[in-house]
């Protein structure tokens, strides 16, 4: 069965510092993998959608790689800022819009 | 504006009471898709749709009933809603294999 682990649960960093923020999944079968962020107690907006094929997506300070045969992706946030902290979320596509959610990652970004 | 808008954004029900939360997009999208969203557990599918007439089970469907009669609609029915299914709900739509957009969610109480 797929399953999507996002590692660390939680990450607090001095704001300025690049970070990265790990999604792992268990069978390379997918369709395309979709990073988000989530604000608390608000709905989900899209960051970076790779498809399958692709290697990396970037967007502004975001940047996101995909490992299709390691099963792995990354999101890079360069010079994090307050306004980043949330919660982040990966999401694969596993066919016909059957989607699997990781845990997320919330980070809080010091000012 | 291309939007996905959910109706009502906060019920509060007691068990046993049929209701209906109602999802609609702009996009022109073939596929949509419910979810649920608790603490520890994370966004789980519920049911998806790739078209008009076209549904399939997500991960926790029990308890839930959908009909896709027209495109840009996609209502979640809780025949006899139970304390279980408390939770936040959010409805999705995409295009193929693109990004999904998210609604603004519904939080549901079920006393």
């Known amino acids: 069965k797929q399953e999507v682990t996002q590692i660390p649960a939680a990450l607090s960093v001095p704001e300025g510092e690049n970070l990265v923020l790990n999604c792992s999944f268990t069978?390379?079968?997918?369709?395309?993998l979709q990073w988000f962020r989530q604000d608390p107690g608000k709905g989900l907006t899209s960051l970076l959608l790779i498809q399958s094929s692709q290697r990396e997506q970037t967007s502004g300070r975001l940047n996101a790689s995909l490992d299709k045969s390691s099963g792995r992706s990354t999101l890079y946030i360069a010079a994090s800022q307050p306004g980043d902290s949330a919660t982040y979320l990966c999401a694969i596509n596993t066919g016909g819009f059957k989607t699997i959610f990781g845990a997320g990652t919330r980070l809080f970004v010091k000012a | 504006e291309a939007q996905v808008t959910q109706n009502p954004r906060y019920l509060i029900t007691v068990t046993g009471k049929k209701l209906t939360v109602t999802c609609s997009q702009n996009m022109n999208h073939e596929y949509m898709s419910w979810y649920r969203q608790d603490p520890g557990l994370g966004l789980r599918q519920i049911y998806y749709?790739?078209?008009?007439?076209?549904?399939d089970k997500g991960d926790v469907p029990e308890g839930y009933k959908v009909s896709r009669k027209e495109k840009r609609n996609f209502p979640l029915i809780l025949e006899s809603p139970s304390p279980n299914q408390t939770s936040l709900y959010f409805c999705?739509?995409?295009?193929?294999?693109?990004?999904?957009?998210f609604g603004p969610g519904t939080r549901l109480t079920v006393l």
């Open positions: 749709s790739m078209n008009v007439e076209v549904t």
């Open positions: 999705a739509s995409s295009s193929g294999l693109g990004e999904q957009f």
């Open positions: 069978d390379s079968a997918i369709y395309n």
